[in-house]
């Protein structure tokens, strides 16, 4: 079974308005992160949110903030005021607490067009 | 500035050429990590390393070797590269392994193997 599933292949969004990326994912370890990475078309992956299991208030970062809701496992991403340098792809990702290679676990990926 | 580096950035070779990517982190972490990206399958996990001198596979380790002699350096080896090696490379750290331990990426490695 698929632990991260991000449903929107790609949106588009105009400069300046608010988007929402999507992220449902499914763990039964109670210590978990979850992560935000962006990837522009010169392929460096880069980190911008992170979600810890435990944290009560949801995280934000800039422009970028985390809905997290607990109880329906997902983790969207909401990127406030978007730029022209916002268009690229952007991963949610989930690191186990328990898990034996405690590596990070990716979704497919939505890919963010910001138009002018 | 704290970074994980990568080098090279760019390699096409020839099947069979061995080859090393190395990759350094400056930020003192215990926990590194290879990754490759292949369109359609995503990023899967090569090998990962919790501390020096402890190495352990992956999802698709077979190829690929891993040393961890110190703990900024994390080097991947292809002793025998062939084309389904062909993809995007990258080598991540975390200061520990937790499941709430961001990990940090270096910029990427792209490998060509004719």
């Known amino acids: 079974a698929q632990k991260i599933t991000q449903t929107q292949p790609g949106m588009f969004v105009q400069e300046k308005e608010a988007v929402t990326l999507d992220c449902t994912y499914d763990t039964s370890d109670p210590s978990y992160g979850l992560f935000w990475y962006k990837q522009p078309s010169s392929g460096e992956m880069i980190f911008l949110i992170y979600q810890g299991s435990y944290d009560q208030q949801n995280a934000t970062e800039g422009r970028y903030s985390l809905n997290f809701q607990k109880a329906r496992k997902s983790a969207n991403l909401v990127i406030s005021a978007s730029q022209l340098g916002d268009s690229a792809m952007y991963f949610c990702a989930m690191r186990e607490g328990g898990g034996a290679t405690n590596k990070l676990i990716f979704g497919t990926g939505t890919l963010l067009a910001v138009q002018p | 500035e704290a970074q994980v580096t990568q080098n090279p950035r760019y390699l096409i070779t020839v099947t069979g050429k061995k080859l090393t990517v190395t990759c350094s982190q400056n930020m003192n972490h215990e926990y590194m990590s290879w990754y490759r990206q292949d369109p359609g399958l995503g990023l899967r996990q090569i090998y990962y390393?919790?501390?020096?001198?402890?190495?352990d596979k992956g999802d698709v380790p077979e190829g690929y070797k891993v040393s961890r002699k110190e703990k900024r350096n994390f080097p991947l080896i292809l002793e025998s590269p062939s084309p389904n090696q062909t993809s995007l490379y990258f080598c991540a750290s975390s200061l520990r392994w937790a499941g709430t331990d961001t990990q940090y990426f270096g910029p990427g490695t792209r490998l060509t193997v004719l």
């Open positions: 390393s919790m501390n020096v001198e402890v190495t």
